[in-house]
């Protein structure tokens, strides 16, 4: 699954309009035009279910990168919880780069939905999928961590199709 079908999936979940996207992407600290939106939610002609099988960028679509996604998402947490102010003394540490785009998903997605480990674990058991605290709390730890797991796109399409169940319900 890549970034641009999470987004596809995302946006459907939560039922997000195209003029919102552009907002979320600028909240985020990306400037896209409309047109380039709609580049981003095509779907590719070539599904594959491989992740070694790079599709390649053409001019109807715009390849949604970790930077793209990682924008949409802060912005997506700007939107629902406000501009967090930094603290006195405080320096914006630079985040550093996850090298799974899922993991991520998860992790700003509870913060922005400010969902607890017990909202989402229902999320999950609507997607079709039980797991444990401990499962879910491998896959919300910082990446270097011992107990740190890689979410799988399997887990990450489950959580996306029981979060539209839940938000479209």
Do not use: W
């Not at 970034?3 to 979940?13: E, F, G, K, P, Q």
């Amino acid at each position: 699954m890549d970034n641009n079908d999470i987004l596809i999936r995302l946006r459907y979940a939560l039922d997000i309009k195209n003029k919102d996207m552009l907002e979320l992407f600028k909240l985020g600290g990306k400037e896209v035009t409309k047109d380039e939106i709609v580049k981003i939610l095509t779907k590719s002609k070539d599904e594959y279910d491989d992740d070694e099988i790079e599709v390649e960028e053409t001019e109807d679509q715009i390849k949604c990168n970790n930077k793209m996604l990682e924008s949409f998402l802060n912005g997506f947490i700007t939107f629902k919880r406000g501009k967090q102010d930094a603290k006195p003394g405080q320096v914006e540490s630079p985040v550093p780069p996850e090298k799974s785009a899922n993991n991520m998903l998860l992790k700003k997605l509870k913060v922005a939905l400010q969902l607890t480990t017990e909202d989402m674990l229902d999320i999950l058991d609507e997607g079709g999928i039980a797991v444990s605290k401990g499962e879910l709390g491998a896959i919300l730890r910082k990446e270097g961590h011992r107990n740190y797991k890689v979410c799988g796109d399997n887990f990450a399409r489950k959580f996306l199709r029981g979060l539209a169940v839940k938000h479209r319900a």
